[in-house]
């Protein structure tokens, strides 16, 4: 089946330890992206990528890193995460020259 | 810089009424328009999008929406809700020579009685 895996989907941490969200997709697309979504403020971007080792920053970059060493995984790093930080996070895929974008389940983190 | 402005955060509505959920947006490009929803506890899907061509653009689920350049609309239509389309919607804009960026309105949450 075709999908965008992320893991894990809950996540429960505290300032300052340092944590991986992984996402994984399994349609040779060449775009990937990460998304924040909080309460009134909809969807952000943090960070895509346009093919392997290829990124660029997204709208809110700040706080987070990724790397895109294999075309179907884009890890995101929060290497020292903070309270601001708690948030519902998307990753999505796409062809690189189409439009519509496959999301993820999400992952839900709470940082305390 | 382009936003969205999705006006109603919230919309009620009873079961095999119509709706319209309202978008406008601003860009000083030309842009591509999407509509994506999300149900409860899950990720986001197309609902549908316009590149060019038509203005009026159906998508899935009888969802509908019409492109009004003039008004910087993108208003997404329905003539008659389910249940099953309670869910959240957001309005999306990319510029036309840079796609990789997509931004989002801040969801109107739908919401059906019965």
């Known amino acids: 089946e075709a999908q965008v895996t992320q893991n894990p989907r809950y996540l429960i941490t505290v300032t300052g330890k340092k944590l991986t969200v992984t996402c994984s997709q399994n349609?040779?697309?060449?775009?990937m992206s990460w998304y924040r979504q909080d309460p009134g403020l909809g969807l952000r971007q943090i960070y895509y990528?346009?093919?392997?080792?290829?990124?660029d920053k997204g709208d809110v970059p700040e706080g987070y890193k990724v790397s895109r060493k294999e075309k179907r995984n884009f890890p995101l790093i929060l290497e020292s995460p903070s309270p601001n930080q708690t948030s519902l996070y998307f990753c999505?895929?796409?062809?690189?020259?189409?439009?519509?974008?496959?999301f993820g389940p999400g992952t839900r983190l709470t940082v305390t | 810089a382009q936003s969205v402005t999705q006006l109603d955060s919230q919309v009620p509505v009873f079961e095999e009424a119509p709706v319209e959920l309202r978008c406008n947006y601003s860009?000083?490009?030309?842009?591509?328009l999407f509509w994506y929803v999300q149900y409860p506890n899950q990720g986001l899907q197309l609902l549908l999008k316009?590149?060019?061509?038509?203005?009026l653009v159906k998508g899935i689920n009888g969802f509908e929406a019409e492109f009004n350049k003039s008004q910087t609309s993108f208003h997404l239509r329905k003539p008659s809700v389910h249940i099953s389309d309670t869910a959240e919607y957001f309005c999306?804009?990319?510029?036309?020579?840079?796609?990789?960026?997509?931004?989002f309105g801040t969801g109107t949450r739908l919401q059906v009685f019965p």
């Open positions: 316009y590149l060019s061509g038509s203005t």
């Open positions: 860009s000083s490009v030309s842009v591509y």
């Open positions: 349609m040779n697309h060449e775009y």
């Open positions: 990528s346009m093919n392997v080792e290829v990124t």
């Open positions: 999306a804009v990319s510029d036309r020579d840079n796609t990789d960026k997509l931004i």
């Open positions: 999505a895929s796409r062809p690189g020259q189409t439009y519509e974008q496959y």
